[in-house]
């Protein structure tokens, strides 16, 4: 369970502080393969950097034992002028992996960027990046993804690499994602967080969850 | 889940052993990844090391034959190519370390989405990178020195040692104060750029505080960069002489600037990055 408690969170801006939230109290039960759905601007790419650590909020805490992923968006913490496997070795070395060259291998293994993994990745295209990104998350093993509409860019057969692996990692491991595309949602989740103002509800179902949404 | 027994990672799906580390560990493997990402990234252009060598003993040579044809081969009882090899390499160590320390933090502002990364490692990280560097060109311009003939020895190494890492310290303790501050308002970026372009000229770097009036010094000694400039030089030729300037100064003056920089940053870095 992650518990996030009396969040407040702001951005400052020309118009004064912009909230995101307020007084945000809400329980993200774990168990279920969530995601978030929200129009744009909601919030959701905050909430998730908010739960990963990478932001913090401007009042109240976020209190859990699990070990959550960094938010995987298109190509977060990826050098452009390093190459693949510089990169690889980075986040590793970051995380704490104990064994960087199995590390890499799952990875070479997952990213399947052939002779590229150790050519710049400002030579990559745009679909080879967040497959990078992606197969650096998805081997590490972490309680829970955060998934941040990476997986929309990838092709088919990527994204059938992606469920596989995370339905593999689904009795230990869960995954939180956002996205535009219900398709992609259906695909990953079992639940859902509908955001809107400032709220947050939780769907157990994931039909129900969208229905929500659309309504919206 | 951790597995810990050799004869379990035979398996076909083995799982990447993710360490429990201390607070220090995570520093540590932070810092040291931020570093080697910085090897490899800093020199990216053609002339890569090479430049941060070239640059100043060009600087010296050029320098020291004006001051030279002006004054003759001695300034104040030591050779003016020495003379000015300290000023020059301390100004600019300071200024670099300085530069790179603040823009280390905006630099690396997109991998503080890794928890593990906050912006005191990066400037750590940063700083290393330009000390190595820094340590390089001294020890190439030492040599240098040492081919075309002038006279090598450090009557005071300790002198020289403390006064070169104060001043490395004076520069990483304001890098952190300004890039802080450049995460809040990013113009301070251009201020300080505007206010440490001076500081080559009122820092003793080619010039002694003794070839100043007495009654001018108030004017230049509050600034540690010209204490420590002035120290290494009579830390390499005592007869040089220390008047004017102090030891105790200079460490104070870091030791104050490393408090606030620090305090600042406990305060502030996790709005900071949050914006």
Redesign the interface.
């Known amino acids: 369970m992650i518990k996030l408690e009396n969040i407040t ?1 702001y ?2 801006s020309r118009l004064g502080k912009q909230y995101i939230f307020k007084n945000l109290s809400f329980d993200i039960p774990s168990g279920h393969n969530i995601g978030i759905l929200g129009s744009n601007g909601a919030g959701k790419s905050t909430l998730f ?1 908010l739960l ?7 009042g109240g805490k976020i209190i859990t034992d699990l ?1 959550l992923s ?2 995987v ?1 298109l190509a ?2 990826i ?1 452009h ?2 190459t693949g496997r ?1 990169n690889t070795r ?2 590793a ?7 960087l060259d ?2 890499e291998r ?1 990875v070479i293994k997952f990213a399947d960027l052939g002779k590229k993994f150790d050519l710049p990745v400002k030579s990559y295209s745009s679909g080879m990046k967040p497959r990078l990104a992606f197969a650096c998350s998805i ?3 972490f309680d829970v993804y955060l998934i941040d509409e990476v997986t929309s860019v990838g092709d088919a057969n990527f994204r059938k690499k992606a469920k596989e692996a995370l339905l ?1 990692r689904s009795e ?1 491991a869960n995954v939180i994602m956002v996205s535009h595309e219900m398709n992609e949602i259906r695909q990953f989740c079992d639940s859902a967080i509908v955001l809107n103002k400032g709220e947050l509800t939780f769907y157990n179902d994931l039909e129900q969850g969208i229905a929500q949404y659309q309504a919206l | ?1 951790r597995l810990n027994n050799s004869h379990i990672l035979y398996e076909s ?7 429990k ?1 201390n607070k220090w ?2 520093w540590r ?2 810092i ?2 931020l570093f ?2 910085e090897i ?2 800093g020199f ?1 252009d053609k002339f890569g090391l090479s430049w941060a060598i070239i640059n100043p003993v060009i600087f010296i040579s050029v320098l020291s034959f004006i001051r030279g044809s002006l004054g003759g081969p001695e300034t104040h009882t030591i050779p003016t190519f020495t003379f000015m090899a300290i000023g020059i390499l301390y100004i600019q160590s300071f200024l670099q370390t300085l530069g790179g320390s603040a823009r280390s933090i905006n630099q690396n502002k ?8 906050q912006p005191l490692s990066a400037v750590l990280a940063g700083a290393l990178f330009s000390l190595l560097i820094k340590i390089t060109v001294i020890i190439v311009t030492i040599i240098i020195m040492y081919f075309i003939g002038i006279e090598l020895n450090i009557s005071n190494p300790l002198l020289f040692l403390a006064c070169f890492i104060l001043l490395w310290l004076s520069a990483v303790a304001l890098g952190l104060i300004f890039g802080i501050a450049e995460l809040f308002v990013k113009e301070i970026g251009k201020v300080r750029e505007l206010v440490s372009r001076p500081m080559f000229f009122i820092s003793a770097t080619f010039f002694s505080l003794q070839d100043i009036p007495r009654q001018y010094w108030s004017f230049l000694d509050w600034n540690p960069v010209l204490h420590a400039i002035e120290l290494s030089r009579s830390a390499v030729y005592s007869t040089y002489g220390s008047e004017g300037v102090s030891l105790e100064y200079l460490s104070g003056t870091v030791l104050v600037l490393c408090f606030f920089s620090l305090a600042t940053y406990h305060i502030c870095w ?2 900071a ?3």
């Open positions: 969170k951005y400052p950097r990963a650590g990478s932001e913090y909020p401007n070990s960094w938010p968006a977060t913490g050098h002028q390093m510089e980075f986040i070395r970051v995380n704490g992996i104990a064994d199995e590390y799952r081997g590490i093993d593999e230990k | 889940m799906q083995i799982m990447t052993t993710v360490l580390r560990e995570i493997d932070v040291f990844a080697a990402r490899r990234t990216n997109a991998l503080f989405a890794f928890r593990q990364v996790k709005q990055i949050s914006r």
